[in-house]
């Protein structure tokens, strides 16, 4: 008895019951089919198939050959920081203090530093639905509150000043995270679309967390910084996407100066400080510009092929392919959720794909996300195995 009632207190907190990832579901399954020989044609996965820059891989190898690999700043290694810094002069004509430049596992990491040097449980944060999910779970993981606003076509899914401020008038928002271009729909929003929320949020003492994690991807028009509006709002990247580093786990952020030192002694306390071999590799990656421009023309390409086969597929509805390497499109007129689709894609057609259920509780359902990161013998492939999948019917 006594027993039993102490057991309760081993469950699990109620914090860390997040909901998973589908994804990974998909991948799963992919993985049955291929293990019992089938082939499957990967779309899911939101990662790079391509390695990391040359002279990333070359700057580690010379670092683990030298020996010891100790310990870092917490902020980071300081030449990693001015590189960063260096990077916004160069690539958005912004001037940045490299003192505002902190180094961070990922930019998932760098999520759990800024919403916990930023917000207290109980404060509510905004997001666009649909939206990465992660925000969310990481959020209610640490107590605060999301608060998803629907986008849609007449604002180029994302949020706007108008609707920002509804949400905040019908109940007082502490944060608001925005992504240019987005993940799942690959939607960008130009300069003064951000600008224009950033200054409306900021207005309010809402404070901005702008997720710049694809940059650099963008074929619609080139992606703007929240860096360049103002100098409250909390910038995160990663060296994950543009750069093809995803398991390097290395990013950064850039944070107003005053948050700087908050941040600083949560990140000594949480992780002492980010993997060194990958910030030695990272700071090496910005010399591979070059190579990476090659993938990102790749990824041109597969969107060209992608939008030129999924119309005559019979994907009547997708949204603007602006940036990262995702298409987001409308499944509704197939019949059946978007889980059943993806599901019945991967069975009958070899093409693993993301059910937009993931990133939009209400409206998913009609939506599927395909990641185009693959080759562009892949994307004719996979055009060609979904049109004699839906023509069969
Ligand atoms: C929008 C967005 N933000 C952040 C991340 C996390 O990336 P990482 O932790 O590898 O930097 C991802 C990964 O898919 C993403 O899509």
Not at 16 to 30: E, L, Q, R
Not at 301 to 307: E, S, T, Y
């Amino acid at each position: 008895m006594l027993i039993d009632r102490a057991k309760q207190w081993l469950n699990p907190s109620r914090r860390s019951d997040v909901p998973p990832f589908m994804v990974m579901d998909v991948m799963a399954a992919a993985a049955r089919i291929e293990a019992a020989g089938g082939r499957v044609v990967h779309m899911e996965v939101g990662q790079p198939v391509a390695s990391a820059p040359a002279t990333a891989i070359a700057a580690a190898q010379a670092a683990l050959v030298s020996g010891r690999v100790g310990y870092t700043a917490a902020l980071g290694i300081p030449s990693l920081r001015v590189r960063i810094a260096r990077h916004y002069a160069e690539v958005y004509g912004v001037a940045l203090d490299p003192e505002r430049v902190v180094v961070t596992t990922g930019s998932s990491g760098g999520f759990i530093l800024a919403f916990l040097a930023l917000f207290d449980p109980g404060d509510r944060v905004a997001m666009a639905s649909p939206g990465y999910p992660p925000y969310r779970h990481i959020l209610t993981a640490l107590g605060c509150e999301p608060v998803l606003i629907e986008t849609g076509e007449e604002t180029r899914w994302a949020i706007t000043p108008q609707a920002l401020l509804e949400a905040h008038r019908a109940k007082p928002l502490k944060g608001l995270i925005l992504a240019s271009p987005a993940n799942p729909t690959g939607t960008m929003m130009t300069a003064a679309a951000l600008r224009a929320v950033v200054n409306a949020a900021e207005g309010e003492g809402i404070r901005v967390i702008s997720d710049e994690i694809y940059h650099g991807l963008d074929y619609a028009f080139p992606a703007a910084t929240a860096a360049g509006c103002s100098e409250q709002a909390l910038v995160i990247n990663s060296f994950s996407k543009y750069f093809c580093m995803t398991g390097w786990r290395v990013g950064w952020m850039v944070a107003a100066a005053d948050m700087v030192r908050p941040i600083e002694r949560l990140q000594q306390n949480l992780a002492i400080s980010v993997p060194t071999l990958s910030q030695v590799a990272a700071e090496a990656a910005f010399d591979g510009r070059e190579e990476m421009e090659a993938v990102k023309h790749g990824y041109e390409a597969n969107r060209q092929i992608l939008l030129g086969g999924l119309p005559r597929a019979g994907f009547e509805h997708i949204l603007p392919v602006d940036g990262a390497f995702y298409l987001y499109a409308d499944v509704s007129r197939f019949g059946g959720d978007s889980l059943d689709f993806a599901k019945r894609m991967l069975e009958e057609a070899g093409v693993a794909a993301t059910p937009g259920v993931d990133f939009d509780p209400v409206h998913g359902k009609d939506f599927i996300r395909f990641c185009y990161a693959g080759s562009a013998d892949e994307m004719y492939e996979a055009v060609e195995r979904i049109s004699d999948w839906l023509r069969r019917g």
